[in-house]
């Protein structure tokens, strides 16, 4: 064993995420290199369970994962012997060592795994309360950055199917926020749309997740399975302690919520019916298995008319506060070039692009800033993600 490695706590790793730190087996070879994406093999498994290893020189970045797997035990309300054992072969540095602040994209990761959890321990006494937690946590991350936030989430949204349901969920969180904003709904109905955000598919997470990983399409038994998670999410919900009466209403609804005006509605109704077109958006903008995601056009004018071919409240409501090429999203310019949107703009059709692709079809060594109102710089088509041919350096477009 090298002199200058130290083992990982099992289960510190998890499918998905991108690697903050080289990763070693005992014996000092490199097994993945820092910034890869963990994708599921045997190895991967293994590694998992316990039997990766990372350089000392690694250590800052080994102390956040372990202190974010901790902190995970004890939102489980893991007993405290269990959580000592996670921690038994590794000394904390002293407390005057600075930590940097996490980047943008590992904050989310974080956050990412704290939502599969709580889709899966709905049954906890604290529920209401970790609900509150993960919900601020995200918000403030949004409203720092918006647009840098709206563009990761929809982009990596685009790129995997792993960790579906809690990456739906945070998406749809983030959309909820810049909906409600854009119909200036009141604060206490804005926190509940919120809510019902994160939990609205609580306890069908684990079918969702499995449904987006299989190469065939739902079976009719599955979708019979997954046709009453509103109500069955509802019911634990009530079960875990939530009292609020349009949270559950909204999340037992939010697959039932037929077209029509908002202000008729109830306002559990009303929030059921945001969550159904926000949900519809978000899920056509990620891929699974057996079929690509859509471009960022085609999953906009998917709700901008409702289940009657009618224009669509909710559904506009969404497309004023993302545009019609939401950030994140891919599209081609009337000069040729390839980018990805990486700001909403002073109108729907008219957002700023980070250039990826040449005119001559090769890629560039750093994104160039493009402006939409300019003719020449205009949007001339949106691509599906399965389209851009080319690994994406989203740190550099989270720069912009």
């Known amino acids: ?12 790793l998890r499918l998905g995420m991108t690697l903050p730190y080289d990763l070693f087996d005992a014996g000092g070879k490199l097994l993945f290199a820092r910034g890869q994406v963990l994708r599921d093999s045997p190895l991967v498994r293994s590694l998992m369970a316990g039997g990766a290893w990372v350089n000392t020189a690694d250590t800052v970045e080994y102390q956040r994962a372990l202190a974010h797997r ?14 000592a054992k996670a921690d038994a072969s590794f000394r904390l540095e002293p407390p005057s060592a600075p930590r940097p602040e996490p980047g943008a994209r590992e904050a989310w990761s974080d956050l990412l795994l704290h939502t599969h959890h709580l ?7 604290d529920f209401p309360a970790r609900v509150a937690l993960l919900r601020d946590a995200a918000l403030k991350r949004l409203h720092a950055q918006p647009d840098a936030t709206l563009m990761l989430l929809v982009f990596e949204t685009s790129q995997a199917f792993e960790d579906y349901s809690a990456r739906h969920a945070l998406l ?22 919120h809510n019902a955000a994160l939990t609205m598919n609580l ?63 109830s306002d559990g109704e009303k929030l059921a019916r945001l969550l159904r077109r926000i949900d519809l958006f978000g899920a056509r903008l990620s891929p699974r298995r ?53 700001k909403r ?7 700023l692009v980070a250039v990826l692709i040449g005119k001559s079809g090769s890629p560039l060594s750093t994104p160039v800033p493009r402006d939409t109102r300019l003719a020449t710089q205009a949007i001339a088509a949106s691509l599906a993600p399965v389209e851009l041919k080319l690994r994406v350096n989203l740190d550099a477009l989270l720069k912009l």
């Open 172 to 193: 749809t969180l983030a959309l909820c926020e810049l909906v409600a904003q854009q119909l200036q709904l009141p604060a206490p109905l804005r926190e509940t749309l």
């Open 1 to 12: 064993m090298a002199a200058d490695l130290i083992p990982l706590p099992a289960h510190t």
């Open 345 to 351: 703009g002073y109108s729907a059709n008219e957002p």
């Open 203 to 265: 306890g069908a997470s684990t079918a969702h997740d499995r449904l987006a990983s299989q190469t065939d399409r739902a079976t009719p038994t599955q979708r019979h399975a997954l046709s009453a998670h509103g109500e069955r999410a509802a019911q634990r919900l009530a079960q875990a302690g939530v009292t609020d009466e349009v949270w559950l209403t909204a999340v037992r609804l939010h697959h039932d919520a037929g077209p029509g005006p908002l202000a008729a509605r």
């Open 119 to 125: 889709l899966r321990d709905g049954e906890h006494n």
């Open 290 to 342: 057996s079929r690509t995601a859509m471009s960022g056009a085609s999953a906009a004018r998917a709700v901008f008319l409702d289940e009657l071919g009618q224009p669509d409240e909710a559904g506009a409501a969404l497309i004023k506060a993302v545009g019609l090429y939401p950030p994140g999203t891919i599209v081609r310019l009337a000069n040729g070039e390839v980018g990805m949107v990486f």
């Open 70 to 83: 901790l902190d995970t035990l004890v939102m489980q309300d893991v007993p405290i012997a269990d959580i």
